[in-house]
């Protein structure tokens, strides 16, 4: 009998990638998502399969969830569904509250009668990241600096999935995200610099920069394939770690040189505007994926200049 996994999210720009890499790997998939940042048009391509199936629906509505979790019986839970902004979580906490630890609380709770296998759990890497100094990396068993309510909720999230592990007797793996980029990404404030920079300079329009003072090529991120992403996420339903994995390429790269990659590639000269700090802002952000490699078999291997590539070919042939 095929695994069943439910994946929230499914419709977004990181849960549709996953969606269609269960799918490729045999599981039956129940894909649930408000669509309220998701999109039909990132999983209709998957509606024809007999693996695939999609329920609009928001987590938070606990009976709803609670009869999807009677009727499809998942092995696996994946949780992509999320709040993911940190400027929102700084303007309106009360919803990020609601949507990353009530939400994240519903599925727990349906879990109670329904039993599962595992539970992935998607975190960030780099809101949960520590003070980087010099040349060090940012490892899960690092103290975060926990600067935004966004941050904070993703951590309670991961202490609360821990406990209910423990009570309901499954297993789980948190992955903590780098900067992720590829096809079907938003762009949307700072979780999706790469396709804003991408469709100002098509555009020939001038991008804006917010950094700090001493950063003046901005701050620094590790950014990683969505496809690699999504791999990762196949891995770990496989065999779940029961603890904390940074997933990102350990490269740290500093924001106006990823604008100066995007302009070489798609052969451009457009300016940019450069100007203060953002709200919460991390400063400097790496993850050592050495225990992804290690532990989970997970390696990216994709790199920032051929996943730009592959991003320009997919806009040159009008699929993104």
Not at 43 to 62: C, G
Not at 254 to 268: G, P
Request: aromatic letters at 8%; glycine letters at 8%; one cysteine or more.
């Amino acid at each position: 009998m095929k695994k069943r996994v439910l994946v929230t999210g499914g419709a977004g720009f990181i849960g549709s990638h996953v969606c269609e890499t269960y799918i490729a790997d045999g599981y039956d998939v129940l894909c649930v998502d408000n669509l309220s940042s998701g999109k039909r048009t990132n999983i209709s391509h998957l509606l024809d399969s007999e693996q695939f199936q999609f329920v609009e629906e928001d987590i938070n509505h606990h009976e709803a969830m609670a009869a999807l979790f009677a009727s499809f019986q998942p092995a696996i839970v994946n949780h992509h569904a999320a709040q993911k902004s940190v400027v929102t979580s700084l303007e309106d906490p009360l919803h990020d509250v609601d949507i990353n630890i009530k939400g994240l609380l519903v599925l727990l709770d349906c879990i109670k009668n329904n039993p599962i296998e595992a539970f992935v759990y998607v975190s960030s890497g780099g809101a949960l990241s520590k003070v980087i100094e010099g040349q060090e990396k940012s490892s899960e068993e690092d103290v975060p600096q926990l600067i935004s309510p966004y941050a904070i909720t993703k951590y309670a999230g991961e202490k609360y999935l821990a406990i209910y592990a423990k009570a309901y007797g499954f297993d789980y793996t948190v992955l903590r995200y780098a900067n992720v980029f590829g096809p079907r990404q938003i762009p949307d404030g700072e979780c999706g610099v790469v396709p804003i920079f991408v469709n100002n300079i098509v555009a020939n329009q001038t991008s804006v920069l917010m950094t700090y003072p001493d950063m003046p090529r901005g701050c620094t991120r590790d950014y990683v394939y969505v496809k690699d992403v999504a791999e990762a996420n196949r891995l770990a339903s496989i065999q779940p770690l029961n603890t904390v994995v940074n997933i990102g390429s350990g490269e740290e790269i500093a924001i106006l040189d990823i604008y100066d990659t995007i302009l070489a590639i798609f052969e451009k000269e457009v300016s940019i505007q450069i100007t203060g700090p953002r709200a919460g802002d991390v400063k400097r952000s790496v993850l050592s994926n050495a225990r992804a490699k290690a532990c989970l078999g997970w390696q990216p291997q994709v790199s920032l200049e051929a996943g730009l590539l592959a991003l320009k070919k997919e806009m040159t042939l009008g699929v993104v």
